[in-house]
C-alpha cells in the first residue's frame, strides 16, 4: 500500500466508525477486567481465610494432643515406684529383676490404655541400654546413648521432646520407625537420682494424618506439619516435576507446631477462570459485533458518501453524464437525486455555453462576410476609382494602405479581443478610407485614461462607424463630425459613437429599437439573418454583446432626424477575450 493509500486508510470513515465502536466497548471491558480481578481476589482471600482458619484449628487439636502426651509422661515420670525399680541397678534385664520389669510392664500398658492415641511406650535405662515395650517387652538398645533423640532428651533436663524420624538423621535405630513420633522425656523429671533413664511413648503418624485429612480439598493437595521448625509430617509429598508457583502455600504456626498447605492454583481458581474466560468470550464477541456494526454503519452511511464522491469526481474530470445509480428512498437517496438533477442541468449549461461559443464564432464569421461582401469591396474600389481621378496615385496609395491595414487586423493575429485604444486605433485605418473618399466630416475621439486597456470584442465598433458614415454623414449635404467617447460606469464600460448626420425619423428609429429588444443572450436573430437583411450590422453587434458579455451588455440607440444619432455600447469592464 502506497503512502497516500495509508493516508486515506487510517483517515476513512470506516476506519473511524470501527474505533469509535471499540472506544464505546472500552468501559465494559474494563469493568469486565476489573471485576475479573476483583472476583479473583476475593476468592483468594476467602480461600486463605478459610483456610488459615482450618489449620489453626488442626494446631490446636495437635497441640492439644502435645499436652496430652507432656501430662502422660509427666505422670509415668513422678510415679516412683517406676522411677525406683530402673535407679540404683546396672541392667534392669538382670534374672533378679525380671518381676520389677513385669509390673513396670504392667503399669505402662494401663497408662497408655488411657490414650488411644499412644501405640507404645517404653523405658530405656541409659547406662546399660536395657529397656522394657509395652509391645516388645525386654529390649536391647546398646547404642542408644549416642543417637541425637536420645541426647536431647537428656540436655532437655526433665522437658518434653517430641522427636521424628527422618531420612536425614545419621543415625539408623531398629526400634525406630519414620512412620511414628515419639514423646520423650527423663525417667525422673525431678532429678532425684540424676541418671540417664528415659521414657518414649509412640504415636502413629497415621493418627495425624487422619486428624489433617479434612484439609484435603484435593487430591493434589499437600499438607505438611512441622515441630520447631523440623518436618514431622507431610500428607502429599510434591514430584521433582511440580513447579512452586502452580501452588498457594498457606502457613500457621503456634510457636512450636507449624502447619503449611499447599494447592494448586488452578483447582483453587478453577470457576473464576471459567469466569474470566467467559469475560474474556464475550469481550471478543463485544469487539466482533462493534466492527460488523461499523460495518454496517459503513454501508449504510460511508458507502453512499464514497459512491457521491465517485460521481463527483468523474463529473469534475469531464464525465458530464454521470450519474448515481440506487433505490434508497432515505436522506442518502434524496442527495443522489439532487446531485443527478444538478449534474444534468450542469452538461445542459455547459452545452448551452459550448453552443453559445459556436454560435458567437457563426455571428463573427457573419460580420467578416459581411465586410468581405462584393457589394463593400465594389463600393471600396469605387472610392478608390474616384479619389484616383480627383487627386492622383499620392492619394490611392494612401486609401490602400489603410484598407490594408484594416483587413490585416480583422482577419488576423488570432485574438477574440483588443484594447479600447487597439480597438480605436484599428476603426482610424477604416476612417482614414472614408475621409480620403469624402472630406466631409471629421473624427473626434476622447477616451478616458482608465477605459484604454480595458479589453473589447474586436469588430465590435466597426460596423456602428460605418452606419454612421454611410447611412449618416455621407447622406448630410453639410457633411458632419464623427465623435468617439468612453468613460467608466462602475464596473461597466461605456462607449458612445455619435455622428451630426441626418439621423432617423421617429418611426424608423423605433422600428429599430424593436428590433433590438428582441435579442437576448438566449435569443439569437443573427444566424436566420442575411448580411444585406434590415439592421443587419447593429442586430450583429448586439448579439455578440450578449453572447460574449451576458443580459448585463446592451445596445442603445437615440436619433433624431436632421440632428443626428447615438449609438450607446454598455458591457463589464473585466471581461477578457483573450482565450
Same mark, same amino acid.
Given at each position: 500500500?502506497?503512502?497516500?493509500?495509508?493516508?486515506?486508510?487510517?483517515?476513512?470513515?470506516?476506519?473511524?466508525?470501527?474505533?469509535?465502536?471499540?472506544?464505546?466497548?472500552?468501559?465494559?471491558?474494563?469493568?469486565?477486567?476489573?471485576?475479573?480481578?476483583?472476583?479473583?481476589?476475593?476468592?483468594?482471600?476467602?480461600?486463605?481465610?478459610?483456610?488459615?482458619?482450618?489449620?489453626?484449628?488442626?494446631?490446636?487439636?495437635?497441640?492439644?494432643?502435645?499436652?496430652?502426651?507432656?501430662?502422660?509422661?509427666?505422670?509415668?515420670?513422678?510415679?516412683?515406684?517406676?522411677?525406683?525399680?530402673?535407679?540404683?541397678?546396672?541392667?534392669?534385664?538382670?534374672?533378679?529383676?525380671?518381676?520389677?520389669? *513385669?509390673?513396670?510392664?504392667?503399669?505402662?500398658?494401663?497408662?497408655?490404655?488411657?490414650?488411644?492415641?499412644?501405640?507404645?511406650?517404653?523405658?530405656? *535405662?541409659?547406662?546399660?541400654?536395657?529397656?522394657?515395650?509395652?509391645?516388645?517387652?525386654?529390649?536391647?538398645?546398646?547404642?542408644?546413648?549416642?543417637?541425637?533423640?536420645?541426647?536431647?532428651?537428656?540436655?532437655?533436663?526433665?522437658?518434653?521432646?517430641?522427636?521424628?524420624?527422618?531420612?536425614?538423621?545419621?543415625?539408623?535405630?531398629?526400634?525406630?520407625?519414620?512412620?511414628?513420633?515419639?514423646?520423650?522425656?527423663?525417667?525422673?523429671?525431678?532429678?532425684?537420682?540424676?541418671?540417664?533413664?528415659?521414657?518414649?511413648?509412640?504415636?502413629?503418624?497415621?493418627?495425624?494424618?487422619?486428624?489433617?485429612?479434612?484439609?484435603?480439598?484435593?487430591?493434589?493437595?499437600?499438607?505438611?506439619?512441622?515441630?520447631?521448625?523440623?518436618?514431622?509430617?507431610?500428607?502429599?509429598?510434591?514430584?521433582?516435576?511440580?513447579?512452586?508457583?502452580?501452588?498457594?502455600?498457606?502457613?500457621?504456626?503456634?510457636?512450636?507446631?507449624?502447619?503449611?498447605?499447599?494447592?494448586?492454583?488452578?483447582?483453587?481458581?478453577?470457576?473464576?477462570?471459567?469466569?474470566?474466560?467467559?469475560?474474556?468470550?464475550?469481550?471478543?464477541?463485544?469487539?466482533?459485533?462493534?466492527?460488523?456494526?461499523?460495518?454496517?454503519?459503513?454501508?449504510?452511511?460511508?458507502?453512499?458518501?464514497?459512491?457521491?464522491?465517485?460521481?463527483?469526481?468523474?463529473?469534475?474530470?469531464?464525465?458530464?453524464?454521470?450519474?448515481?445509480?440506487?433505490?434508497?428512498?432515505?436522506?442518502?437517496?434524496?442527495?443522489?437525486?439532487?446531485?443527478?438533477?444538478?449534474?444534468?442541468?450542469?452538461?445542459?449549461?455547459?452545452?448551452?455555453?459550448?453552443?453559445?461559443?459556436?454560435?458567437?464564432?457563426?455571428?463573427?464569421?457573419?460580420?467578416?462576410?459581411?465586410?468581405?461582401?462584393?457589394?463593400?469591396?465594389?463600393?471600396?474600389?469605387?472610392?478608390?476609382?474616384?479619389?484616383?481621378?480627383?487627386?492622383?496615385?499620392?492619394?490611392?496609395?494612401?486609401?490602400?494602405?489603410?484598407?490594408?491595414?484594416?483587413?490585416?487586423?480583422?482577419?488576423?493575429?488570432?485574438?477574440?479581443?483588443?484594447?479600447?485604444?487597439?480597438?480605436?486605433?484599428?476603426?482610424?485605418?477604416?476612417?482614414?478610407?472614408?475621409?480620403?473618399?469624402?472630406?466631409?466630416?471629421?473624427?473626434?475621439?476622447?477616451?478616458?485614461?482608465?477605459?484604454?486597456?480595458?479589453?473589447?470584442?474586436?469588430?465590435?465598433?466597426?460596423?456602428?462607424?460605418?452606419?454612421?458614415?454611410?447611412?449618416?454623414?455621407?447622406?448630410?449635404?453639410?457633411?458632419?463630425?464623427?465623435?468617439?467617447?468612453?468613460?467608466?460606469?462602475?464596473?461597466?464600460?461605456?462607449?458612445?459613437?455619435?455622428?451630426?448626420?441626418?439621423?432617423?425619423?421617429?418611426?424608423?428609429?423605433?422600428?429599430?429599437?424593436?428590433?433590438?429588444?428582441?435579442?437576448?443572450?438566449?435569443?439569437?436573430?443573427?444566424?436566420?439573418?442575411?448580411?444585406?437583411?434590415?439592421?443587419?450590422?447593429?442586430?450583429?453587434?448586439?448579439?455578440?454583446?450578449?453572447?460574449?458579455?451576458?443580459?448585463?451588455?446592451?445596445?442603445?440607440?437615440?436619433?433624431?432626424?436632421?440632428?443626428?444619432?447615438?449609438?450607446?455600447?454598455?458591457?463589464?469592464?473585466?471581461?477578457?477575450?483573450?482565450?
Amino acid at each position: 500500500m502506497t503512502r497516500r493509500g495509508r493516508a486515506f486508510h487510517w483517515h476513512s470513515i470506516q476506519f473511524k466508525l470501527t474505533m469509535t465502536f471499540l472506544m464505546i466497548l472500552l468501559p465494559l471491558v474494563g469493568v469486565s477486567l476489573f471485576a475479573n480481578d476483583y472476583s479473583h481476589r476475593m476468592v483468594h482471600d476467602q480461600i486463605t481465610d478459610r483456610t488459615r482458619g482450618a489449620l489453626l484449628t488442626t494446631l490446636e487439636y495437635i497441640d492439644e494432643l502435645t499436652k496430652n502426651m507432656d501430662q502422660q509422661t509427666l505422670l509415668i515420670g513422678s510415679n516412683p515406684n517406676l522411677v525406683d525399680v530402673w535407679s540404683d541397678v546396672d541392667d534392669p534385664l538382670r534374672r533378679d529383676n525380671l518381676y520389677e520389669v *513385669h509390673t513396670v510392664q504392667q503399669q505402662l500398658t494401663a497408662l497408655t490404655n488411657v490414650n488411644g492415641a499412644v501405640k507404645e511406650a517404653f523405658l530405656l *535405662h541409659g547406662e546399660s541400654g536395657s529397656g522394657v515395650s509395652t509391645l516388645a517387652g525386654g529390649m536391647r538398645w546398646p547404642q542408644v546413648k549416642e543417637e541425637a533423640w536420645f541426647r536431647q532428651t537428656i540436655d532437655a533436663g526433665g522437658g518434653l521432646v517430641v522427636y521424628a524420624p527422618s531420612p536425614t538423621d545419621g543415625v539408623r535405630s531398629a526400634y525406630l520407625d519414620m512412620g511414628h513420633l515419639y514423646y520423650a522425656r527423663l525417667l525422673d523429671v525431678f532429678g532425684n537420682t540424676g541418671e540417664p533413664n528415659v521414657m518414649v511413648l509412640v504415636v502413629d503418624k497415621a493418627s495425624l494424618r487422619n486428624i489433617i485429612q479434612h484439609l484435603h480439598t484435593s487430591p493434589n493437595t499437600d499438607v505438611s506439619l512441622y515441630y520447631n521448625g523440623h518436618i514431622v509430617l507431610e500428607s502429599n509429598p510434591k514430584g521433582d516435576g511440580r513447579s512452586e508457583d502452580a501452588f498457594i502455600r498457606i502457613e500457621e504456626d503456634n510457636g512450636t507446631w507449624s502447619i503449611a498447605m499447599e494447592q494448586p492454583r488452578d483447582e483453587l481458581f478453577r470457576q473464576p477462570r471459567q469466569l474470566q474466560r467467559l469475560t474474556y468470550l464475550i469481550i471478543a464477541m463485544s469487539a466482533l459485533l462493534a466492527i460488523w456494526i461499523a460495518w454496517l454503519v459503513y454501508n449504510e452511511i460511508a458507502k453512499p458518501l464514497q459512491l457521491m464522491s465517485q460521481a463527483i469526481k468523474q463529473f469534475s474530470g469531464g464525465n458530464l453524464t454521470a450519474q448515481i445509480a440506487h433505490r434508497r428512498k432515505d436522506e442518502f437517496g434524496y442527495l443522489m437525486n439532487a446531485f443527478n438533477l444538478m449534474a444534468e442541468a450542469q452538461r445542459k449549461m455547459i452545452e448551452e455555453d459550448y453552443e453559445k461559443e459556436l454560435r458567437l464564432a457563426r455571428s463573427e464569421f457573419s460580420l467578416l462576410q459581411s465586410q468581405i461582401n462584393p457589394h463593400f469591396l465594389y463600393n471600396t474600389l469605387d472610392s478608390i476609382y474616384s479619389v484616383a481621378t480627383k487627386h492622383g496615385m499620392r492619394t490611392i496609395s494612401e486609401m490602400v494602405m489603410n484598407l490594408a491595414q484594416f483587413f490585416r487586423v480583422s482577419l488576423g493575429k488570432g485574438r477574440d479581443a483588443f484594447t479600447l485604444e487597439e480597438t480605436v486605433q484599428h476603426l482610424m485605418y477604416y476612417i482614414r478610407v472614408q475621409q480620403l473618399r469624402t472630406d466631409r466630416f471629421t473624427v473626434d475621439v476622447s477616451l478616458d485614461a482608465d477605459t484604454k486597456q480595458v479589453p473589447v470584442l474586436k469588430l465590435l465598433l466597426q460596423p456602428i462607424v460605418e452606419n454612421a458614415i454611410v447611412h449618416g454623414l455621407s447622406k448630410s449635404p453639410e457633411g458632419g463630425e464623427l465623435h468617439l467617447r468612453s468613460r467608466m460606469d462602475g464596473d461597466m464600460l461605456r462607449i458612445e459613437i455619435e455622428d451630426t448626420g441626418i439621423g432617423l425619423d421617429e418611426k424608423e428609429l423605433e422600428s429599430l429599437r424593436s428590433e433590438l429588444d428582441n435579442i437576448t443572450s438566449r435569443s439569437y436573430r443573427v444566424e436566420g439573418d442575411r448580411p444585406f437583411s434590415r439592421y443587419f450590422g447593429l442586430k450583429n453587434v448586439k448579439s455578440r454583446l450578449k453572447l460574449y458579455y451576458g443580459d448585463a451588455a446592451d445596445l442603445r440607440i437615440d436619433s433624431a432626424y436632421g440632428e443626428g444619432t447615438i449609438v450607446a455600447l454598455t458591457f463589464p469592464a473585466g471581461k477578457d477575450g483573450n482565450r
